[in-house]
């Protein structure tokens, strides 16, 4: 009983705070493997099934998704990742008729990639990975000064399209008007009634994805060139009044 | 662009920061393909089940409420109405089910007498009872004493049985203690006049009884026995029945040897001696007690 009411805890503090959340995966590993064993009806192998990740994944999702009504955590828990992995299961299948490119093929039985040819730039793509992952850490670093964790923009993003479009058309705005980005270097506040004025989005709608338009101000001010590269997509078509 | 070791965050190219599996990413690694994560993860999910659930719950809840609220207000709404003269004048609200919603003192000795009296929850009997007897200690109600309880109720039924229930318990009450004059009337009227009017109705009846022939004779005494109780009343509706209050010997003091009236509709229950009967319901033997149903 009191075992049951501690993981009911540690759930509780794994939906709130994320290095718990971490934690609270780890500490409980053999149980996410156990249930994926079930399911492959063999020992995962780490790092080279992706069975592992999703259950990994789907354990999350019943971190987030638990309530007490639902009953047992583990329970609860179990369910969803014997689900989820049934779900990728059908989905892999549909791929089953492609050859895998890490194959035997040909009569030395080498990987059907080995025998490839590859035009890859290794050694850039390393750098550019390299530079990249410091970008991201530099604005990691600058997003932890107003209080944003990746993860809050991740749990902040808008969902519905038509949303995400009227984010993009506060941004626009924005990068027109550049003293508005200083303001929010310079005031580490999101500068919301001229962003909702200028932009015509609704303010209620800003406050609500605060996190992540605080994200895509600060990769839009200067210094994330690679990150901006990526997002070039964002702003395609979008109108400013 | 984060890697957790359930999940890692990924950034697309519509701008979107998403949850996906971590099928071991690293960060700043371009992927394709990622398995999301699934919103449901974080919203639990709201089930037809539980709607339907809701929809009962809501549903009885309603009809909880508005059985509870008929209920209350059946509980609050007055069927009946009582007035007890003493002296003081106190009105009586009674329920369908014949307990006491209300009571209002009439008069300033009515009020005084209801002075922190609860009577929630009693019935008629209980209340009239307990009145007289604070009228009792106040000094309201002594030997030779009167009591008119006038019962306004829209069915005759009815009135019979407040009528006999008051007279019963008063009769029970006031046994071997003193000796009172108990009027027991239909209707209103009478008591509207006021206390100081109410002789005109004591020990006189001349209320309808449904089984004697109305044979109002003022010479004949009610109480043939030497030592004659039951002193009836009862005028119906205030009506003035036209006897004086001596013409029936209005009170006799031993309640013991109350007779039997004979013919009475109640049988033996008028014995204490103290008590007149007003009313369509009594009729005492001496067949000079005649009511008369059309003066409720």
Redesign the interface.
């Known amino acids: 009983m009191n075992e049951g009411h501690d993981i009911i805890q540690q759930v509780c503090a794994a939906k709130k705070d994320m290095r718990a959340a971490d934690d609270f995966i780890s500490a409980y590993m053999p149980f996410i493997k156990a249930e994926t064993a079930k399911f492959l009806k063999r020992p995962p192998i780490e790092g080279r099934d992706d069975e592992l990740s999703i259950a990994m994944l789907s354990f999350y999702e019943a971190i987030r998704g638990y309530a007490r009504e639902r009953g047992g955590f583990l329970r609860y828990a179990s369910i969803l990742i014997r689900s989820r992995l049934i779900d990728y299961h059908r989905q892999e299948r549909r791929h089953s008729d492609v050859l895998s490119i890490h194959a035997p093929a040909g009569e030395e039985a080498l990987p059907l990639e080995d025998t490839l040819a590859d035009r890859r730039d290794h050694s850039g793509e390393l750098v550019e990975r390299e530079a990249t992952r410091e970008e991201i850490r530099a604005l990691t670093r600058q997003m932890a000064e107003f209080g944003v964790s990746l993860g809050d923009v991740a749990d902040n993003c808008p969902r519905q399209q038509r949303t995400l479009e009227a984010c993009r058309r506060a941004l626009q705005y924005a990068r027109v008007h550049p003293e508005l980005l200083e303001e929010l270097l310079r005031t580490k506040r999101l500068p919301m009634a001229r962003l909702a004025g200028g932009s015509g989005v609704e303010r209620k709608t800003l406050e609500r994805h605060r996190s992540y338009m605080i994200a895509l101000l600060l990769i839009y001010t200067n210094g994330y060139d690679i990150i901006r590269g990526h997002l070039k997509q964002v702003l395609k078509g979008t109108v400013v009044r | 662009?984060?890697c957790?070791?359930?999940?890692a965050?990924l950034?697309d190219?519509?701008?979107?920061?998403?949850?996906?599996?971590?099928?071991?990413y690293?960060?700043?690694?371009?992927v394709c393909d990622p398995?999301l994560?699934?919103?449901?993860?974080?919203?639990?999910r709201k089930s037809p089940v539980r709607w339907v659930w809701r929809a009962v719950a809501a549903v009885a809840a309603c009809c909880l409420l508005f059985f509870g609220v008929s209920s209350y207000l059946a509980y609050r709404t007055p069927y009946t109405a009582i007035y007890l003269t003493i002296n003081p004048q106190v009105r009586m609200d009674l329920n369908r089910e014949g307990l006491v919603v209300e009571l209002e003192g009439l008069n300033a000795d009515g009020t005084r007498l209801l002075e922190g009296y609860d009577c929630g929850g009693k019935d008629s009997v209980t209340v009239t009872g307990e009145l007289v007897e604070r009228a009792i200690a106040l000094g309201f109600l002594s030997e030779g004493g009167f009591i008119s309880c006038a019962i306004d109720a829209p069915e005759e039924a009815l009135f019979r049985q407040y009528g006999m229930a008051l007279r019963d318990a008063l009769t029970d009450r006031l046994d071997g203690r003193m000796t009172v004059q108990v009027e027991i009337v239909a209707g209103r009227d009478a008591v509207q006049e006021g206390p100081d009017e109410t002789p005109q109705v004591s020990p006189t009846a001349a209320s309808p009884t449904p089984t004697a022939a109305p044979t109002a004779a003022p010479t004949a005494a009610p109480t043939p026995s030497p030592t004659p109780t039951a002193i009836p009343s009862a005028a119906g509706g205030g009506q003035t029945p036209g006897y004086e209050a001596g013409d029936y010997g209005a009170t006799i003091d031993p309640p013991a040897a109350s007779p039997t009236v004979a013919g009475s509709d109640y049988g033996s229950a008028y014995g204490s001696g103290y008590s007149a009967y007003g009313s369509d319901y009594s009729s005492y033997g001496d067949g000079s007690t005649d009511y008369d149903p059309d003066h409720r």
Request: charged share 30%; no cysteine.
């Open positions: 662009m984060e957790h070791p359930g999940y965050i950034l190219e519509e701008g979107r920061f998403l949850k996906a599996a971590n099928l071991r690293e960060v700043g690694q371009t398995v994560m699934r919103d449901g993860g974080t919203r639990p």
